[in-house]
């Protein structure tokens, strides 16, 4: 499985836009790009996946490089309602049984500064 | 639409004690389903998942067991808890080729 790679915490200002990288140098050719965030004491949300191009809706942005070896996410104009633990996450496929599951590391905490 | 329904939301039980927590998915068929367990402070971690009815796959050797008795009922059970298994348990579910997983809300459990 691919493993990510992310800054343990990181500060913004509210209504700046905040930019979570994340690394996964070792992505494989079909494995998916998922952005998950989880409030405190609550369950992770889904944001948005993408496999090579860029991706957009109505939560954030996700930029993966050519190489597909690193992704940011991108929060436009942060709220302090955007505070949350924010995982990277490499999907797993396993073809021969169709499961699949989502490995998640340890996240980012974003701050968002008043 | 799909929604997952877990409780309880807290529980509290003594060492030793049985467990039994429930997660349930209304709007959907044949969904994966998961169970994660968050320990405090730290990140996420699977437990168990399940692609179908009585198919379980334990990913972590521990005290706790899982079942599917029907294909939107996902089970956690414990026949005698120990504190280091108190955290927050998340269920959650996705389908094969969907665009993201949906967790529920989560059980705090406290062992005491």
């Known amino acids: 499985d691919a493993k990510t790679t992310q800054p343990t915490s990181m500060d913004c200002a509210e209504g700046r836009a905040a930019n979570l990288p994340c690394n996964h140098s070792t992505i494989s050719g079909n494995e998916y790009v998922y952005w998950y965030r989880q409030i405190h004491s609550q369950g992770p949300q889904y944001i948005i996946h993408?496999?090579?191009n860029n991706e957009t809706n109505e939560m954030a942005s996700l930029i993966i490089t050519e190489d597909r070896k690193s992704s940011t996410l991108i929060l436009p104009h942060a709220t302090l309602r955007d505070t949350a633990v924010y995982y990277c996450i490499v999907r797993v496929a396993r073809t021969n049984f169709g499961n699949e599951k989502l490995t998640f590391g340890t996240g980012t905490r974003l701050t968002i500064i008043p | 639409s799909q929604t997952i329904h877990q409780w309880p939301a807290t529980l509290v039980q003594p060492v030793g004690s049985p467990l039994s927590l429930e997660c349930t998915v209304e709007g959907t068929s044949n969904p994966n389903l998961y169970w994660y367990r968050q320990a405090a402070g730290r990140g996420l971690q699977l437990l168990f998942y399940?692609?179908?009815?009585?198919?379980i796959s334990s990913e972590v050797p521990q005290n706790l067991s899982a079942s599917r008795p029907q294909d939107r009922q996902f089970i956690l059970s414990s026949k005698k808890l120990l504190l280091s298994d108190s955290g927050f348990y998340l269920c959650?579910?996705?389908?094969?080729?969907?665009?993201?997983?949906?967790f529920g809300s989560g059980t705090r459990l406290t062992v005491v």
């Open positions: 399940s692609v179908g009815i009585g198919q």
């Open positions: 959650a579910w996705g389908v094969w080729g969907s665009n993201g997983y949906t």
């Open positions: 993408g496999l090579k």
